[in-house]
């Protein structure tokens, strides 16, 4: 039915070559691109039916156009790093191809989280007839659609929204991300915010906590205050929102080595001079970290990420939270990655999968509460992020 082209062969990437290639009635041809040939291949060794693979630098504009021109997809997923979203949405604009990611563009020396960039080429994409869905991962990504079902089934207005992520997983390392760790590091150590009455508050990282319970048999975990991108669209398609914040989990280990890493300036991304040659030191921290691909074996227990909003329907008060909690060890056992890059790689192919069906149809740029939630959320269900909700009140 339709081509799909994926940008990335890391633990994301991973996941979403196998849900693509779990759904042939919709993903009738794959490839898998990447900076190393090899890891594409890899990854297309384990798969039950043949998919294409092919290297592709893309931070190089041209390189992607002769790919894309070549292949002909109906639409990209881009799973690879956030620096190289603009390159491809121009490659996407240059071949008329549609468009998806899972994080918000950044610039290497700068880590803004915000979607401004891309947002601003809604009218370029909607003058050439193609879509981009922005941030179709878990956080960003389901998120914004646990909050598109709560608005369209529960509230007539919506006034509070907490966004949790509690990753309960061990992987029995001293000291490791879960997905790229020069990402991930970058997002940490950032200062966090939040959005209260129409303004946006600026927090120390990492500054403000409280403890949190846990459903599922996780229990009691400490959950930090951080920004996080979905914070930024959701507060703007929702105007109802007076509160908006978003929580993550970290073990007093984590943070105890990140500290020390921080102390000592091993988390900068300032390039200093070593031997003669500049280093960025955040970015050598990376090459000597766990490759989060390597976790996969090794992670055990769940990650529980939802969202509870606060609001009214019909004049009463109503409290409401819907989360999915997903198996460390079942999703290695399904596609050889944890549950951080499985959760981020089933949205990531459900979004290609709405927009290759026309479930969700636009010509511009989009988040994902942009468009009716429940088709999505049926798939949740249907290929592996099952969904509960609880009503705290109401
Ligand atoms: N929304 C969410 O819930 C969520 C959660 C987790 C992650 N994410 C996002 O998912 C993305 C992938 O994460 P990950 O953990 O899979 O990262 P990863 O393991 O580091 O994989 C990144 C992949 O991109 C490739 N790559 C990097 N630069 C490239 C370039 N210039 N051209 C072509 N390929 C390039 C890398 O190639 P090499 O192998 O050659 O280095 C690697 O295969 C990131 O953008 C991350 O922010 C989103």
């Known amino acids: 039915m339709g081509k799909v082209l994926i940008i990335g062969a890391g633990g994301v990437g991973q996941v979403t070559a196998h849900k693509c290639a779990q759904v042939p009635e919709v993903f009738s041809d794959i490839m898998l691109a990447s900076r190393t040939l090899s890891k594409c291949e890899q990854i297309a060794a384990q798969l039950k039916r043949p998919i294409k693979t092919a290297r592709v630098d893309a931070d190089n504009v041209s390189e992607l156009v002769t790919l894309i021109r070549d292949f002909k997809p109906d639409c990209i997923i881009h799973v ?13 604009l240059e071949t008329g191809t549609n468009y998806i990611d899972t994080a918000n563009y950044e610039t290497p020396d700068n880590p803004n989280f915000c979607y401004d960039l891309q947002w601003k080429y809604h009218d370029s994409f909607k ?19 646990f909050t598109a079902y709560a608005k369209k089934h529960y509230f007539d207005e919506m006034h509070e929204l907490d966004i949790i992520d509690c990753n309960a997983g061990d ?4 000291f490791a991300t879960n997905f790229n760790p020069e990402i991930n590091i970058r997002e940490i150590t950032s200062n966090g915010r939040f959005y209260e009455n129409g303004e946006w508050k600026e927090t120390e990282p990492l500054s403000l906590s409280r403890t ?48 020390v890493l921080q102390a000592v300036g091993m988390t900068s991304i300032k390039p200093v001079e ?33 969202c509870i909003v606060k609001g009214i329907k019909s004049g009463k008060e109503v409290e409401y939270y819907v989360y999915n909690s997903c198996d460390h060890e079942e999703a290695f056992k399904e596609t050889g990655s944890q549950a951080v890059s499985y959760t981020t790689g089933v949205p990531a192919m459900i979004g290609a ?4 069906t026309k479930k969700w149809e636009g010509k511009g740029v989009f988040n994902m509460e942009e468009f009716d939630p429940d088709p999505f959320m049926d798939k949740l269900n249907q290929y592996g992020l099952p969904w509960k909700e609880i009503f705290l009140k109401g």
């Open 80 to 92: 690879a790093l956030p620096y190289q979203n603009l390159n491809i949405m121009e490659a996407c």
């Open 212 to 259: 949190y319970d846990f459903p599922e048999g996780i229990g009691e975990k400490k959950i930090y205050m951080m920004f996080h991108e979905e914070l930024e669209s959701l507060v703007k398609h929702f105007p109802s929102i007076k509160r908006a914040r978003f929580w993550m989990t970290f073990s007093d280990n984590y943070l105890k080595h990140l500290g």
């Open 353 to 356: 999968m709405m927009l290759i």
């Open 127 to 145: 003058d050439r007839g193609i879509m981009a869905l922005l941030g179709s991962g878990f956080d960003p990504g389901v998120t914004n659609v």
């Open 274 to 306: 070593y031997q003669g040659q500049e280093i960025v030191p955040l970015q050598f921290l990376k090459a000597v970290l766990p490759d989060p691909a390597s976790l996969g074996p090794l992670t055990k227990g769940k990650t529980c990420i939802g």
């Open 171 to 174: 992987h029995g390392q001293p």
